[in-house]
């Protein structure tokens, strides 16, 4: 496989924000989507419905499992292509856990961080229908809750701009995102619960996306994302998941 050079795909400020348009295709998209939605693995968990592919993730590391293998490809490729995942041993670094959750319209996620577990580095793939991750500054607690009440006040979303938006990326489906380094250490970032997203001026990526600012973009239907990380460590115990 041929790597791609991340850098003609990188969007916004931050310098470590990539966005790949139909980095699958619409073939491809179906038949991941089929195999997802026929998977076991799926648990809800605070009202979203996730998968937790290659193992358990724990406090220590990760309790690893086999992959899918109908999932194995796309990873291989995804380490190949991007070369995010460092390297271990001198070889590319192979990404060993999927977490898959699914959005239905309306359905979001707090903005947040991965954490130290994980080589600093995330692929998602959005599949079904669009969303919009937006990324914020991290910063002090202090001053988070201040801007929280102060917007809470007026009523705004304080869960949103509890801390300082960076830079919105709308994915569309069969689109991978990309954020490394800077932008996965020094923020966050989520979706906003809502049916029908507002384009603004802190989108990144309308060309590559196929939209304009102010325009009104429906959530549509339900959207399955695949975050492809690597955890750092892992443990092998001899069971099946």
Not at 23 to 41: C, F, H, I, M, P
Not at 50 to 56: A, E, F, K, P
Not at 104 to 128: C, N, T
Not at 159 to 185: E, G, M, N, T, W
Request: hydrophobic letters at 40%; glycine letters at 10%.
């Amino acid at each position: 496989m041929t790597a791609l050079d991340l850098q003609q795909f990188r969007v916004g400020s931050l310098p470590t924000v990539f966005y790949i348009p139909n980095y699958v295709s619409t073939e491809e998209e179906q038949a991941l989507l089929t195999d997802l939605r026929a998977s076991k693995q799926w648990r809800t968990v605070s009202g979203r419905r996730l998968q937790n592919l290659g193992g358990i993730i724990h406090k220590q590391g990760l309790i690893s499992a086999p992959l899918p293998s109908w999932l194995q490809p796309l990873v291989a490729r995804l380490a190949a292509e991007t070369g995010i995942y460092g390297n271990v041993g001198g070889d590319v670094g192979q990404p060993n856990h999927v977490l898959v959750n699914a959005y239905q319209p309306g359905e979001g996620i707090l903005p947040h961080e991965d954490g130290p577990l994980y080589h600093p580095a995330v692929a998602i793939l959005g599949l079904g229908a669009p969303a919009v991750v937006r990324f914020a500054h991290k910063r002090s607690n202090t001053q988070a809750d201040a801007d929280a009440a102060a917007m809470a006040a007026v009523g705004g979303d304080a869960h949103v701009y509890k801390h300082q938006l960076v830079a919105s990326v709308v994915c569309q489906p069969r689109s991978l995102l990309i954020f490394r380094d800077v932008a996965y250490s020094d923020c966050l970032h989520g979706i906003l619960e809502a049916a029908v997203e507002e384009i603004d001026d802190s989108c990144v990526n309308a060309a590559q996306a196929g939209v304009q600012q102010q325009q009104r973009l429906p959530r549509g239907g339900e959207r399955i994302s695949l975050t492809v990380r690597r955890v750092l460590r892992t443990h092998k115990l001899g069971i099946r998941l």
